[in-house]
């Protein structure tokens, strides 16, 4: 089996059985504020099984393509959603689950104003910006206990545009 994923544009459908993808697409959902905004409503489906949301920033390195995955994470307690706090392309990896382990991944890149939310227990890559800054908003489960389980293959996948 090739070690090799290529790049996908991220569309709402293709993510959805691991997500939301956030973005502005079509007509607002109402006009607010004296007709001067448009709001795009409800777009993540925010789940935390206990806890609360909180707001944290990131700020992380970018990485080069072609990039090597080594390691995923999920987190059972609670969806996370990544918030870019400019309008550079980011990197999305995900998995599905088979039977408590990653299957074979799928890699995304995001168009300019594109946000993501993981349905929480959804494998994925971790932050992957590929150009600077890497400050993201991420909204994610508060709470006691341990959210966080990694799984690092064998042997890395190498995802590049092709």
Do not use: K
């Amino acid at each position: 089996m090739s070690r090799r994923i290529a790049l996908a544009p991220l569309t709402a459908t293709a993510f959805a059985p691991f997500g939301d993808v956030l973005d502005c697409g079509g007509a607002p959902d109402r006009i607010i504020n004296q007709g001067m905004c448009g709001r795009w409503h409800d777009r993540a489906r925010l789940d935390f099984g206990d806890g609360r949301a909180g707001v944290s920033l990131f700020n992380a390195i970018p990485r080069a393509l072609p990039y090597a995955l080594d390691l995923v994470e999920r987190h059972p307690d609670g969806s996370q959603c990544f918030v870019p706090m400019s309008l550079q392309p980011f990197l999305v990896i995900v998995a599905p689950d088979e039977g408590g382990a990653p299957g074979r991944p799928l890699a995304f890149l995001t168009e300019a104003g594109q946000a993501i939310n993981f349905h929480r227990g959804t494998w994925h890559g971790v932050l992957t910006p590929l150009h600077a800054p890497g400050l993201f908003a991420v909204i994610d489960r508060i709470g006691p206990g341990t959210n966080l389980e990694e799984y690092c293959f064998e042997e890395p996948w190498l995802i590049d545009m092709e």
